[in-house]
């Protein structure tokens, strides 16, 4: 559990922003408060190839108002620098998972509270007034926000095998799988971390627990098969054009005949 010693320090993990540390309690990344900032980072980086971490969090405010903006989990090189997208700088290189509070773009095909996670390769900017969309690399609806048991998330990696967060946000013994992603490649010697920003919406963002453990390499998965939205055979589609085309083309001669021998028939009658 990431709390502070006597010496108001962390053997294992540095705090800063705006972040409290309710001893024994919870680590408030963010309070019910406009434009604040805050983040908690792992002191080491993770080095093993095979990994799974799992913390408990909690999010909520007054009832009734208006909530956001979320808060985010990070593995990625860079550690400890504020920024734009939850708290944490933008252009990242490594993992973002995002625990998305409020709807920026109010276009969306799912609802909120909403969690995505997106592959940084140090270069590509996450937007933020599309909640991310153009660069999610998988998600999934969540209403994790305001529970009255614990809401815990776990995240296992198993290097160029896949990714997987599960989320128990139902009920105290169901865990959902939210995402599963194959042939995913994090960086080597990568931070775990964890931040929050409220702007003019807000929320109490907090981190209970968390902890990490190496795992015992897995037989690689074979990728699913993506299943075709194409018909199933192309040749229908073929044949059933030049039937068509066959069935104008007679329609087209029938009318003509029939023209000619009106034509014929009045020529006749003049005569």
């Known amino acids: 559990m990431p709390y502070i010693d006597d010496e108001l320090q962390n053997r294992w993990f540095d705090f800063g922003g705006d972040t409290i540390i309710n001893t024994n309690r919870h680590i408030r990344l963010t309070n019910n408060k406009q ?4 983040h908690l980072w792992s002191r080491l980086p993770i080095t093993a190839h095979d990994f799974e971490v799992e913390f408990e969090f909690n999010v909520d405010g007054p009832a009734g108002h208006l909530y956001g903006d979320g808060f985010a989990m990070w593995l990625a090189r860079e550690r400890a620098t504020d920024g734009t997208v939850f708290g944490s700088k933008d252009r990242f290189d490594g993992l973002g998972v995002f625990f998305d509070t409020y709807d920026n773009e109010r276009s969306h095909r799912h609802t909120f509270p909403y969690i995505s996670a997106m592959l940084g390769d140090g270069m590509t900017s996450y937007d933020n007034d599309k909640d991310g969309r153009l660069t999610e690399l ?3 609806e969540a209403d994790f926000r305001a529970k009255t048991f614990p809401t815990r998330a776990r995240l296992t990696y198993y290097k160029n095998n896949y990714l997987k967060l599960d989320v128990l946000w139902r009920d105290e013994d169901t865990w959902d799988q939210c995402f599963k992603v194959h042939d995913v ?7 775990l ?3 929050a920003h409220t702007g ?4 109490n963002h907090d981190i209970v627990s968390v902890t990490t453990k190496t795992l ?3 037989k690689k998965e074979a990728k699913p098969v993506q299943k075709s939205t194409k018909p199933k055979s192309s040749s229908g589609g073929f044949f059933s054009f030049l039937f068509k085309i066959v069935l104008a083309a007679g329609l087209v001669g029938v009318l003509f005949v029939g023209y000619r021998m009106y034509e014929k028939n009045n020529q006749m009658k003049r005569f």
């Open 200 to 203: 003019d919406l807000t929320d």
């Open 193 to 195: 971390g964890f931040s």
């Open 35 to 38: 434009s604040q900032i805050g």
């Open 216 to 218: 015992v390499p897995e």
């Open 185 to 191: 490649k994090l960086p080597n010697q990568i931070y």
């Open 138 to 140: 998988e998600g999934c």
